[in-house]
């Protein structure tokens, strides 16, 4: 059972440039995370998702933009990379709401640097 | 509102000795409290959670935690701190119901000294 995967690892990206950060979960949970973690500072929730086609804003989207085509995948577009956003982004996934006690479960992260 | 405070931000042991990582929060609601690992390099990964039935939770790996409502707290411990202990814990506050939010803390960083 893979849980959640996260492609790629590691990406250098120059300031301007797009990216897509790929999320894909397989224990067919409808609820969908993305996290930025920054050094010293706690996940900060970017964008989440309730089900296909249901997106939502987080405490930190401005920059960044998401789809939900499928109850697995959950990309996360990066349409013009800023220093600011060199950080490293969790996905996450959870079986209900995560506000309502739910466990999510992480992927292993991708590391972003913008030069 | 709500929000957690995890009051150290590096806590260093020996191997073999307690281990104590504080976590307050403040919540209008009844919240859950989540202790969230991190290890070098990996996601975060559950270590025990709290919603409303015992305050004494047990977790995976010898870890527990105790909601303590008049406190507001909910510190993590474990008697005896192996070497792969050493990682960075996170504590972590939801509600729910009409307001869902999950606030995580800004991380407790372990370190296990031979």
């Known amino acids: 059972n893979a849980g959640v995967t996260q492609t790629p690892k590691f990406r250098i990206l120059k300031i301007g440039q797009s990216m897509t950060l790929q999320c894909t979960q397989d224990m067919n949970h409808n609820y969908m995370y993305w996290y930025r973690q920054d050094p010293g500072m706690g996940l900060k929730l970017i964008y989440y998702?309730?089900?296909?086609?249901?997106?939502d804003k987080g405490e930190v989207p401005n920059g960044y933009n998401v789809s939900r085509s499928t109850t697995e995948d959950f990309p996360l577009r990066l349409e013009l990379a800023a220093p600011s956003q060199t950080s490293v982004y969790f996905c996450?996934?959870?079986?209900?709401?995560?506000?309502?006690?739910?466990?999510?479960?992480f992927g292993p992260g991708t590391r972003l640097l913008v030069l | 509102a709500q929000s957690v405070t995890q009051l150290d931000s590096h806590v260093s042991v020996s191997e073999g000795t307690p281990v104590l990582l504080r976590c307050n929060y403040s919540?209008?609601?009844?919240?859950?409290l989540f202790w969230y690992v991190q290890h070098p390099n990996k996601g975060l990964q559950l270590l025990l959670k709290y919603t409303s039935a015992a305050t004494l939770v047990k977790g995976i790996n010898g870890f527990e935690a105790e909601f303590k409502k008049s406190e507001t707290s909910f510190h993590l411990t474990k008697p005896s701190a192996h070497m792969s202990d050493a990682a960075e814990y996170f504590c972590v506050v939801s509600v729910g119901g009409s307001y869902q939010k999950v606030t995580f803390g800004t991380g407790t960083k372990l370190q296990v000294i031979p």
């Open positions: 919540s209008s609601y009844s919240p859950s």
């Open positions: 998702s309730v089900g296909a086609g249901i997106t």
């Open positions: 996450a996934s959870s079986p209900g709401l995560a506000g309502g006690g739910e466990t999510q479960y």
